[in-house]
């Protein structure tokens, strides 16, 4: 009787914990926002020392990262290539900022307005 307790008690201490580790995937802003790396399309990548490299969808982008709080972060020394590519919205190289709300990242440029959205990728 004993031991079926403490595999009981494990198995629910396992699935605990595993919901808590999802929560908190969604809750930090490291991570692939945005299309997958290799799509063409417009992403970021944060990773959880500060930096930040990504693409518009067609120039590449390097920079880093601050958390402000849990819902705000400031994009820094964010610098970008300058290629012409015809029929792509480069606005993702004008990000200053962003909020975050579960897993959509609205991204925010110097002015403090809304210039696009990103979904962060489980």
Known sequence: MKAKFIVLALATSVVLL???????SAATPAGVWGAAPDSGDAYLEL??????????GCNRLVGGWIAENETTITFTELG????????VDTWLSEAASATLDGKIMTVL??????????TKQD
């Open 18 to 24: 595993s919901g808590c580790a999802a929560a908190d």
């Open 47 to 56: 990773t959880d020392d500060g930096s930040l490299a990504g693409s518009d």
């Open 109 to 118: 440029g110097a002015s403090g307005d809304s210039i696009g959205t990103l």
């Open 80 to 87: 970008s290539t300058r290629m012409a590519c015809e029929d």
